[in-house]
């Protein structure tokens, strides 16, 4: 992934640092539009994933749509320039200023995910003389067999609506004058691999529709969420999500009426291979149990780790090719030194400041450049000043 050029350039540079590769974000893109455009899917771009500039004016150039969940992001995204009529405001938490806000700006829809939201936005709407564009988003529970701390879509979770309050909701809808109900929504959980788990919600998607015809309500908009994952073990070579199976499975088992729109929120599987943490080995420390490598870069610049658990793939790239993966996985290739087992810590004052237990990398010495791969999402988005940290710069390739 870094030829001799760029690791050369890394070393002029003040670590840490996210590094974007902007080709890589660039073929996602591609491949992820070729295969929605396919089917007619529209696609929305969850931002919170990344709300970096450069990624965003790309993301807005493929003709996008954007996802948001804070008032903020609402006003980022249209200051940015996707279309008012393409944003989504979900959340389920809005607060007032932030609905006032969405419905000043006219934005394509707010998903709403309580029956008392419901009858808020109806309110601050009315005072504006407006009417606010409403999908209601479901809780179908369907199990995302994902980490427990990123699901989403059970009973048992904070988001959405349950399904059996879908008579409160239709009572809730006639009641008020100023919601415009445009379709349901729903978001099960983040890094989904098992397309079977989308096949399940398809089928619940059919049921939960037919509920609404059924009450006399038109569906104008499925919105099936996001969370299709992406493989953290092997950024190199299999950098893309298979975006063309993930649609078809929508393709053949979602019922989809005569003109009406399907909708994807995507975050993690646009965003998620472009960026890699580039740090510096701060201090080596050999223990008698164990060695630790301290980087420079810690849970302020990437929290993923210590947040949910995740993986990450690490590598010295001072120390020559050393993706332990392909070392493992590649038939034929030569090791050529011995392996040593690190903690890859940062220097946060916390114990669970930590990358990884255990990680396999040549001999490291102080000053080595260590790649943390795949932190395109929910990578620099989430960081932090936590002990007065500077605030981690970009550096984006072609530059
Ligand atoms: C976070 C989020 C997404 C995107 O999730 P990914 O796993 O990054 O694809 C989509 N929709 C909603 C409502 C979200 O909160």
């Keep these: 992934m870094f030829n001799t050029n760029t690791i050369s350039r890394f070393q002029q540079l003040e670590t840490p640092f996210y590094y974007y590769h902007l080709d890589v974000l660039r073929n996602t893109l591609d491949a ?52 008012k009529e393409k944003v989504v405001f979900a959340g389920v938490g809005k607060s007032d200023k932030e609905i006032n806000l969405a419905l000043d700006e006219d934005i394509f829809c707010f998903n709403a995910e309580s029956v008392q939201e419901l ?5 601050l709407a009315r005072a504006k003389s407006k009417v606010a564009k409403i999908a209601i988003r479901i809780n179908p529970n369907v199990d995302a067999h994902t980490h427990h701390f990123i699901t989403t879509g059970l009973d048992e979770n904070k988001f959405g609506i349950n399904t059996w309050q879908l008579p409160e909701v239709a009572d809730a809808l006639r009641k008020c ?22 096949k399940n919600l398809c089928n619940r998607i059919n049921e939960i529709q037919d509920w609404f015809e059924d009450h006399g309500f ?77 980087l420079d870069a810690g849970m302020t610049e990437l929290i993923r780790p210590m947040l949910y658990q995740a993986y990450h793939l690490i590598e010295n790239i001072s120390r020559g090719e050393s993706e332990v993966g392909s070392r493992k996985s590649e038939v034929g290739k030569e090791l050529t030194q011995d392996l040593i087992k ?58």
């Design 32 to 83: 992820c539009r070729a295969a929605s455009s396919k089917h007619g899917f529209h696609v929305h771009y969850a931002m919170k994933a990344n709300f970096n500039p450069r990624v965003l004016d790309m993301i807005k150039a493929y003709g996008f749509g954007a996802d948001c969940v804070s008032g903020n992001e609402v006003k980022a995204a249209i200051a940015h320039g996707f279309g």
């Design 119 to 123: 009858f808020v936005i109806d309110e």
């Design 177 to 198: 004058p100023n919601l415009q109900f445009l379709g349901i929504h729903f978001h099960i959980g983040s890094q989904i691999t098992d397309m079977e788990v989308y």
């Design 218 to 294: 038109a569906v104008k908009v499925l919105n099936t969420g996001g969370g299709l994952g992406i493989d953290y073990h092997h950024p190199d070579t299999n950098g893309i999500s298979d975006f063309e199976s993930y649609f078809k499975v929508f393709k053949q088992f979602l019922n989809v009426r005569p003109g009406q729109e399907v909708h994807f929120e995507l975050g993690r599987a646009l965003v998620g291979q472009c960026a890699t943490l580039i740090s510096r080995v701060l201090y080596v420390k050999n223990g008698q149990k164990k060695n630790f490598l301290v």
């Design 342 to 399: 690190y903690d890859v810590v940062g220097p946060i004052c916390e114990s669970t400041d930590c990358f990884q237990k255990d990680v396999e990398l040549p001999e490291s010495f102080r000053g080595d450049l260590i790649a943390v791969r795949t932190a395109g999402a929910y990578g620099e988005v989430m960081a932090s000043s936590y002990n007065l940290r500077d605030r981690v710069s970009s550096v984006y390739s072609g530059e």
